[in-house]
């Protein structure tokens, strides 16, 4: 496809289930963000992939977070054991060049831990 | 941590009125950027302003970055309900984390018809 394509849409998980979050960027983007959307609030940043290259994890709220990039471009992230305060919506971005290019957003997964 | 305050959060006007939002921060960044996201969907770009003291105009939004580059605002003349949205703010600090953008938690427009 033509723009960012994230899955599952929607997700509800039971607290200490593993789930595992997919980003297929636009092809070619070098760049690839994660981001973590609570209700009410703006993104907040998780993780960055240049490449295969996870140059920033300083935004994972844990080590229960997990985000992997291994051929350079379909993503995944991954929870482990979710509590309910990971419920938010997990948004991916990809950007072409490296810096001061449009970042494209996918719709995000609506993670949802009951 | 949000580094960049947005004002007001929540604006609900009527069709044709005028409308300006804020973001503010106490940080200098490199850029700035302007999105809009609509329920269910993902944040899309609406202008990227980079000088001190740019204005840039998409039609009936007019968007200022702040001479310091400190802070920016965006005005939307005539506002109509296809502007209904979730206007946020988001800013790379100069420096070695430029590639990172920073959010600010966003001004919910309704325009009622």
């Known amino acids: 496809g033509a723009g960012v394509s994230q899955s599952p849409r929607y997700k509800v998980a039971k607290r200490g289930q593993d789930v595992a979050l997919r980003c297929d960027p636009i092809?070619?983007?070098?760049?690839l963000f994660w981001y973590q959307q609570a209700l009410g609030q703006g993104p907040e940043f998780l993780t960055y992939?240049?490449?295969?290259?996870?140059?920033?994890k300083s935004g994972l709220p844990s080590d229960r977070f997990f985000a992997e990039r291994p051929e350079g471009s379909v993503s995944t992230l991954k929870i482990q054991r979710t509590q309910q305060e990971d419920s938010a919506v997990y948004l991916c971005?990809?950007?072409?060049?490296?810096?001061?290019?449009?970042?494209?957003f996918g719709q995000g997964t609506r993670l949802t831990v009951v | 941590t949000q580094l960049l305050e947005q004002s007001p959060q929540f604006l609900s006007i009527q069709e044709g009125e005028n409308l300006t939002v804020y973001c503010n921060s106490s940080?200098?960044?490199?850029?700035l950027q302007w999105y809009r996201q609509e329920p269910g969907e993902g944040p899309v770009l609406l202008v990227t302003?980079?000088?001190?003291?740019e204005v840039k105009k998409l039609k009936r939004l007019t968007f200022q970055f702040g001479d310091a580059r400190k802070d920016s605002s965006l005005h939307i003349t005539a506002a109509q309900p296809g502007d209904t949205g979730l206007y946020l703010c988001?800013?790379?600090?100069?420096?070695?984390?430029?590639?990172?953008?920073?959010f600010g938690k966003g001004t919910l427009l309704t325009v009622n018809p």
């Open positions: 971005a990809s950007r072409g060049g490296l810096m001061n290019t449009e970042a494209f």
């Open positions: 092809s070619g983007h070098v760049s």
């Open positions: 992939f240049q490449n295969e290259a996870q140059l920033d």
């Open positions: 940080s200098v960044f490199s850029s």
């Open positions: 302003v980079v000088t001190g003291g």
């Open positions: 988001a800013a790379a600090k100069s420096g070695g984390s430029n590639y990172k953008l920073t």
